[in-house]
């Protein structure tokens, strides 16, 4: 069986598992071949999918929604637990922005069809809004922050690592978290010839997943020093490092309460026309059992 892995700088359990070769030793060892590519966004990972290119993704909640509305036969293998001090809407200190209401016609920066859409949209359904009653526009964070200082952007919505070096520095203040908003998850899907290779092909990939966010957790500056290396963005490895220890690693079998996140935010999507038709997420739960891993020693 040959794994196809579509890596890119938002999902750094595959970064580093696609750049420090020991990671995907275990998955060796069972036999399994492993093409791991790497792809400058996570933007490209639903049309790498619906090509065969690649087979097994990690991205943001959203991007799993939409391949499915889209047709893609995929399954849900884990995901991260909630992040959910990792995300924020930011507005310079001296913004007249106060609330979710305040963005109405505010050009924001984002990256669009990331979790980061998901999150704007939820923050802007509860005050009566939708989403194109704000000028959301496409920027990678570092762009995004410049434009925000520059005064080209009313807003930014920000996230870890980039969003602890913005509040690092003055003239920038919190609107809101993603907490109380969304869960914030990454999540980690396969299409259906992994699923049909059998469980202990999900189960060896599972395991390799879980393996990797132990690797980054047990030693921050290392796997700072990493990305800083392979993504950079405009961050040190001191500032990944930090960044990455906001964060509660560990990757977690898909349960019902992701199942039913998922599917409130897929019923978010189609309720605001942002989804070609509704979708039922259950029926991309596996069909059968993988287990927890024990943590290593």
């Not at 939409?66 to 293998?77: D, E, F, R």
């Not at 069809?113 to 802007?124: E, I, P, R, V, W």
């Amino acid at each position: 069986m040959k794994l196809r892995m579509g890596a890119h700088p938002s999902n750094l359990t595959l970064t580093a598992i696609t750049h420090h070769a020991p990671l995907r030793q275990s998955l060796l060892d069972a036999g399994l071949e492993v093409e791991c590519e790497w792809y400058p966004e996570g933007a490209m990972m639903q049309a790498l999918a619906t090509s065969g290119q690649v087979n097994v993704i990690g991205t943001g909640t959203t991007r799993a929604v939409v391949a499915q509305a889209s047709g893609l036969n995929i399954a849900y293998i884990g995901a991260s637990r909630p992040r959910r001090a990792w995300s924020a809407i930011l507005v310079p200190q001296d913004s007249d922005i106060q609330t979710a209401a305040d963005l109405r016609g505010r050009k924001i920066g984002l990256i669009e069809g990331s979790f980061q859409t998901y999150f704007l949209l939820a923050a802007l359904d509860r005050v009566g809004l939708g989403y194109d009653d704000v000028a959301h526009t496409n920027k990678k964070p570092g762009e995004s922050q410049a434009a925000l200082r520059a005064g080209e952007l009313d807003a930014w919505v920000a996230m870890d690592p980039y969003l602890s070096a913005a509040m690092s520095a003055p003239g920038l203040r919190k609107v809101m978290e993603c907490d109380g908003v969304i869960a914030n998850r990454s999540v980690f899907w396969v299409l259906d010839d992994v699923v049909a290779a059998g469980q202990h092909v999900v189960q060896a990939i599972y395991d390799a997943l879980a393996a990797t966010d132990e690797w980054i957790d047990a030693d921050h500056a290392r796997a700072g020093a990493l990305f800083a290396e392979v993504i950079g963005n405009g961050l040190s490895a001191a500032e990944w490092a930090k960044g990455i220890a906001s964060r509660e690693w560990g990757v977690m079998l898909p349960d019902e309460q992701l199942i039913a996140e998922q599917q409130a935010e897929a019923d978010m999507l189609f309720k605001h026309g942002m989804l070609p038709r509704k979708i039922t997420v259950s029926e991309a739960v596996l069909p059968y059992q993988i287990a927890t891993r024990a943590k290593a020693a």
